[in-house]
């Protein structure tokens, strides 16, 4: 078939999308015009132009030359046979991007575009980098754009995305809004009570149901207890819409972070909260806390704002609202609070646990009494003066209040007398101590929970018994019994008032507390727990744990090898006392410290037993620089006794100047009787709440605290102490026994006595002391009783063997453990061999050290007058045992040289010394 006569491909009608396709699909036309055009016949062929065909460079097709050569794209200029002049690459690179070309028909779609503007097609083609001919409703990723620029939002976007979030919010916070009620402070006032149970299951007592509350209204708030609260809370309040943004967003963060909470800042908010049923400190709570604070603020009037905050606040001692807290603080009705007692009570909304001058030590260590007292003060007199600053108070008138308005007792609630207060009062402190997540007191007031206890209903009354029929026997408050000693402060003074005793009985090896005397109860005006006693001086009591550590570590001059109670050291009085490093320790006034015993008998150098026999001081003193007093410090604390509770480390520590609770005395001595083993005392077995059992309360862990045999030998000498020594009244128990008397001494006698003894079974500790208890000052005992002087093995080991009689019953007696030999003795140097007997006995065994020595020492033995030459050892106490928790590779290095010239007791009262955590 001629060339002319090809057939050629179906044609679709002119300016249809199938041409446009078809000319895009034609191959690209020749560098030169004299070859054939791309995808068609040779310009002006017949066939070209033939019927049904498209001139070549019609509508959609190509050009014939290379850009714009003869027959190019169909635009009102084109030509079948020849195009336009050459344009240049700025043309065929629109013509490439689709743009369609128009005039002289040069633009139209050099590749698969179709005809320019003013061609047939004339519409958007579909070649790369062309918009859809309809836009998508959201044009992202950005449509047309390469790159980032894809993923970048339009500016329109952004604004667009940020109203409609905050629309979003303004919705939800209409919601929240609408969905929130005002609070009824009367709700806030519904609890439970607490269920308290014996440890074997039976109900103690149900306490904490009825808060301690009355609402009052505004007109009975005293404008000076408003005006208190808004200068020490809330200085806008009269002013503020009720909201503190900054507060909040603070609290969020610091929850958002796993930090400690806060309430709310303003009045307001801290109403909110009071009332709100729901005390989690979660976020979602603060968020309902917000819209509720929000609509408050908008919707109450101030008056009834502060009048809410005042009736719901927790001032402490149970007492919810401003009515409740006059009562129980001062005895009076809100409105009869003057200026004054308003800022006292305003000061305890900062915290009750850190402001109640009664203290909180059960709680917090650090809230004792003096030191609540001072914070107290503080608080106190700075919202008097914030009120003169914001003109709430005049000057005239702040000058009239410059006495801290100190309050009254407690007030005792419902159901909590005798010695079912200080039952409920030690395991509250317990359960606020270890509970996990925390348990406050501001919870256990709301109440709803049931707690288990370690109590044994039977032995808690016969420790009370015990105790009743000492003190009725011989204190008679406002008898013939007067002060015997040589205080003029104290002459003719009744000698039985103040007088108070307290006691603990743990199980050895468990830990468990099964009795308390706590005192004669709240109702009797004795707020203080005496089992969890602070400020009392154990006295000679402290000297088992200075053996134990001698036996443990060895000396400065044992060469490693441990003392024994067979070693001897100077018992006479007023000995020569020389640090760990051999120096002579010294008074503050420069002059040479000398230890005074109770007698002036002169023993020589005596066993260490016999020491402990007679509770002679000298030999511990000594001993205990010997050793190391921080290594006396370990051994104490390994025992059970807290740091917190031990005094500064002078000569006197050896004898018993540290302040440990009974509770945590009759732990440590459990130590010995359980062959080492040590276990922190506890009071609570289990906390159930809304049906759940609460973490915190598991029995704790046991230690190896000491060697075993250590122990054993501790043991031994304290049952030679109650078998010939002071504590012989113990021998009525008429079992196996072990124990040893406490006495300390100032100036104008006696200020406690203590005995500590124990069997296998059980370890009870007994104390006795005079206190002023709004001073907070131990008070001497000379004419107690009708006794000259008190000691740990008069009335307190009678109290001690009787209760013991009755809490042992018929149970067997095991006995202790056989004591091996630690090794040959280690004596003082200067000790004499063979030591000469003493053919004079004591003339009664006592344990009373006595603190002012005379000016110069009356001796017949003197002590070394140079120091040891043997050095220490580089690792006291030889190897480093498993049980030995300060094992050192380093020489100690040299202890405190502070010099005293009192014994135990030094500090003078309750307060002289460092306060110790509460336990059980």
């Known amino acids: ?66 850009g714009a050569g003869p027959g190019g794209s169909g635009g009102p200029g084109g030509s079948p046979a020849g195009g336009a002049p050459y344009e240049g690459r700025a043309a065929a690179r629109r013509a490439a991007q689709g743009r369609g070309g128009g005039g002289n028909g040069n633009g139209g779609g050099r590749r698969r575009g179709t005809g320019g503007p003013g061609g047939p097609d004339g519409g958007a083609g579909r070649g790369p980098g062309r918009r859809p001919a309809k836009k998508r409703f959201i044009d992202y990723p950005r449509f047309g754009k390469e790159g980032w620029q894809r993923w970048m939002p339009s500016w329109r976007q952004v604004t667009a995305l940020f109203i409609g979030f905050a629309g979003t919010l303004v919705g939800i916070a209409g919601i929240a809004y609408a969905m929130v009620d005002i609070p009824d402070e009367n709700k806030a006032a519904i609890a439970q009570n607490n269920v308290y149970y014996w440890a074997d299951g039976t109900r103690m007592v149900a306490h904490g149901g009825d808060f301690n509350r009355q609402n009052i209204t505004y007109d009975q708030i005293p404008k000076a207890m408003r005006y208190a609260v808004i200068s020490a809370e809330n200085k806008t309040f009269e002013t503020d819409s009720g909201v ?121 260590p650090a809230a004792t009494a003096e030191a609540n007292t001072k ?199 007023l000995i020569e006392i020389r640090d760990h490093n051999g120096d002579l320790v010294r008074n503050k006034d420069g002059s040479v410290f000398k230890q005074k015993n109770e007698d002036t008998i002169k023993r020589g150098y005596v066993p260490l037993m016999t020491a402990m026999q007679y509770s002679i001081n000298s030999p511990f003193v000594q001993l205990g620089e010997d050793v190391g007093l921080d290594k006396v410090e370990t ?143 131990l008070l001497p005992m000379s004419g107690t009783g009708g006794n000259s002087s008190i000691h740990g093995g008069d009335l307190p080991a009678t109290i001690w063997t009787d209760y013991m009689k009755a809490a042992l019953g018929n149970s067997d007696d095991p006995g202790f453990p056989d004591a091996t030999k630690i090794g040959d003795p280690q004596n003082e140097p200067g000790a004499p061999s063979p030591t000469p007997t003493n053919t004079t006995p004591p003339p009664t065994p006592t344990d009373t050290p006595t603190t002012t020595p005379p000016t110069t020492p009356t001796m017949t033995t003197p002590p070394p007058t140079t120091p040891p030459t043997t050095p220490p050892p580089t690792t006291p106490g030889g190897p480093c045992l498993p049980w030995d928790q300060s094992c050192q590779t380093t020489p100690p290095t040299s202890p405190t040289t502070t010099p005293t010239t009192d014994g135990p007791g030094n500090g003078g009262g309750g307060g002289g010394h460092t306060q110790q955590p509460n336990d059980g």
């Open 1 to 66: 078939m001629s060339e002319h006569r090809r057939k050629q491909p179906p044609q679709s009608p002119p300016g249809g999308r199938a041409a446009a396709r078809r000319g895009g699909q034609q191959p690209t036309p020749p560098a030169s015009g004299g070859r054939r055009a791309a995808g068609g016949p040779p310009t002006g062929s017949r066939s070209a132009m033939s019927s049904g065909g498209l001139p070549p460079g019609g509508p959609g097709g190509p050009p014939t030359g290379y």
């Open 635 to 777: 051994t104490a604390e390994s025992a059970g006794l807290l740091k917190g509770s031990m005094a500064d480390k002078v000569a006197s520590f050896s004898i018993g100047t540290s302040t440990p609770s009974a509770i945590r005395m009759a732990d440590a001595y459990a130590t010995f009787a359980k062959s080492g083993v040590q276990v922190d005392p506890y009071s609570v077995t289990k906390v159930i709440h809304n049906g759940e059992q609460l973490d915190g309360f598991e029995r704790p862990k046991t230690k190896q605290a000491m060697d075993g045999n250590i122990a054993n030998n501790v043991t031994k000498v304290l049952e030679n102490v109650v078998k010939k020594g002071t504590g012989t009244k113990a021998l009525e128990l008429g079992r196996t026994a072990a124990g040893k008397t406490g006495t300390t001494d100032s100036p104008g006698g006696t200020r406690s006595a203590w005995f500590v003894g124990y069997t296998q079974q059980l370890s009870t500790s007994v104390v006795m002391f005079r206190q002023d208890t709004k001073a907070k000052k």
């Open 375 to 573: 914070r107290s003060t503080e608080r106190w007199s700075w919202i008097l003066d914030q009120e003169v600053k914001y003109g709430h108070m005049t000057p005239t008138e702040r000058a009239r209040w410059t006495k801290y308005p100190m309050p009254q007792g407690l007030k005792v609630q419902a159901g909590m007398s005798g010695q079912i207060s200080y039952l409920v009062d030690t395991v509250n402190n317990y359960v606020t101590t270890h509970s996990s997540p925390k348990i406050t007191q501001k919870d256990l007031d709301r109440g709803g929970y049931q707690i288990y206890t370690t109590f044994d209903k039977n032995k808690v009354n016969e420790l009370k018994k015990s105790v009743e029929a000492v003190r009725k026997k011989n204190i008679k408050p406002g008898g013939s019994h007067k002060y015997q000693g040589d205080d003029a402060e104290y002459q003719g003074t009744d000698a039985d008032t103040n007088v108070q005793f307290g006691a603990a009985s743990v199980v050895p090896g468990d830990g468990r507390i099964v009795a308390i005397y706590g005192g004669e109860g709240y109702e009797k005006g004795e707020f203080n727990n005496n089992a969890n006693t602070s400020g009392v001086p154990v006295g000679s009591t402290f000297k088992p744990f200075v053996l134990a550590a001698a036996m443990q570590y060895g000396t400065n001059h044992s060469n490693g090898k441990p003392i024994t109670p067979e070693s001897k050291y100077n018992a006479n009085d």
């Open 244 to 364: 503190d943004p900054m507060g909040i967003t603070r609290a969020l963060f610091n929850m958002a972070k796993g930090g400690e909470t806060q309430g709310g800042s303003t009045i307001t908010q801290q109403y909110v909260k009071n009332s709100m049923l729901d005390q989690s400190q979660t976020v979602s709570r603060k968020f309902k806390e917000l819209f509720i604070s929000i609509k408050v603020g908008a919707k109450v009037s101030k008056n009834d704002i502060i009048t809410g905050y005042l009736n719901t606040s927790y001032f402490g001692r149970g007492a919810y609202g401003l009515q409740a807290a006059a009562q129980t603080y001062y005895g009076v009705d809100a409105v009869r609070l003057n200026p004054s007692q308003c800022a006292f009570l305003a000061a305890l909304l900062k915290g009750p646990t850190y402001y109640d001058p009664l203290g909180a030590e059960g709680i917090d």
